[in-house]
């Protein structure tokens, strides 16, 4: 089985369908490692492309303003305490 890739992959974003070219030579473990490469150069490609925004959250955000307004971090004031020093 030299020669032959024992890794193979195709994955669909969107409505857009891609496979995976993977170098015929070496271990499976050169082979995945390709695999990965090649699998982060289209997705950077179709990122690109498709102009998706980098910064999406983990979670989904569901709810009202509300929400927004109970997560704001409040700011800390630049002001210095005026407690008098004990020696």
Partial sequence: ?????R???SFRLG???YTVNVKNS?????QLSSMKEESMSI?????????VPTD??????EGSS?????EEIP?????????PKIN
């Fill in 1 to 5: 089985m030299e020669g032959q890739p």
């Fill in 43 to 51: 997705l950077k490609e179709f990122i690109t492309k498709h102009n």
């Fill in 56 to 61: 999406v959250p983990d979670d989904l955000v």
């Fill in 66 to 70: 509300e929400d927004d307004e109970e």
């Fill in 26 to 30: 070496g271990a499976v473990s050169e």
């Fill in 15 to 17: 409505s857009e369908h």
């Fill in 7 to 9: 890794v193979k992959a």
């Fill in 75 to 83: 700011k800390k004031s630049d002001a210095k305490s005026k407690k």
